[in-house]
């Protein structure tokens, strides 16, 4: 009786020399070693330049930067103060003026100014000449997803970041500046990003030290915009805070010149 399970190509030379006759082939096995190479190589590199380095590395290609944007981070910190952190002694986010302002005398708030354009396919109140933003999507930069903005109960998920935050920035340098400077500093776009609600409130009054987004790809847009908010305005950053920025700029992706 013929056996079911007995692999021909395993038999005797007489066996498979008729087989060949007959015109069977072997199996091809050559794709899975091509593919089991291949993971080694992945391994491998992974491995070399570190893991979770590598990966980042990878993420980072979502986000490139100019090399000129790039350079002018890394010389914006290396002229950046560095100094200890100052006690939170006297802060209150009333320090930094009503919130969401019309600092730029445009007729609509800066959250609305902010939700406007960092949404997609917003749709606003009427008769408020596109003042009041009612829904929008959001390609959150922090989390690497998606996110929904419904003005009302759950208009939370979707929130206005400080990138510096007011009570970082308290810490130093902002409490020995004026009023107008805090309120502008405050409303400024420049430092303001609509993002994951959680996430925003996990990140609290953190610096780049202590809190960096955890889609690992913006993590470099991210520290460059610490960077040029924090340079324009004069405030120092810690020591911790400023190694952890350079290792992040060394791990920015370089925008090819002439890419779309």
Not at 100 to 110: A, F, H, K, L, P
Not at 204 to 212: E, I, K, Q
């Amino acid at each position: 009786m013929p056996n079911p399970d007995r692999d021909p190509w395993n038999a005797r030379w007489s066996d498979r020399r008729a087989l060949r006759l007959l015109g069977a082939r072997r199996p091809r096995r050559r794709r899975g070693r091509t593919l089991w190479w291949l993971a080694v190589l992945v391994a491998t590199v992974g491995v070399g330049l570190g893991l979770p380095a590598w990966t980042q590395a990878v993420e980072a290609a979502r986000y490139p930067v100019s090399a000129a944007d790039l350079a002018a981070g890394r010389s914006a910190l290396d002229a950046s103060p560095v100094k200890g952190r100052a006690p939170t002694t006297g802060y209150d986010r009333s320090a930094f003026g009503q919130a969401w302002s019309d600092v730029n005398r445009n007729g609509c708030d800066t959250r609305n100014d902010i939700l406007a354009r960092d949404l997609t396919g917003a749709t606003f109140k009427p008769e408020t000449r596109d003042c009041v933003v009612l829904a929008g999507t959001l390609d959150d930069p922090y989390s690497g997803g998606v996110r929904q903005f419904v003005r009302g109960a759950g208009s939370t998920a979707v929130q206005i970041d400080h990138v510096v935050a007011l009570a970082d920035a308290w810490q130093k340098g902002a409490q020995q500046w004026a009023p107008e400077t805090r309120e502008a500093f405050a409303n400024d776009p420049a430092n303001l990003l609509a993002v994951d609600g959680p996430l925003n409130q996990e990140k609290g009054a953190g610096d780049a030290a202590t809190w960096l987004p955890p889609n690992t790809g913006y993590r470099c847009v991210y520290v460059l915009r610490q960077v040029r908010v924090k340079a324009a305005y004069g405030l120092w950053v810690t020591a911790a805070e400023r190694d952890m920025m350079r290792r992040q700029l060394d791990r920015c992706v370089v925008a090819e010149v002439g890419a779309p």
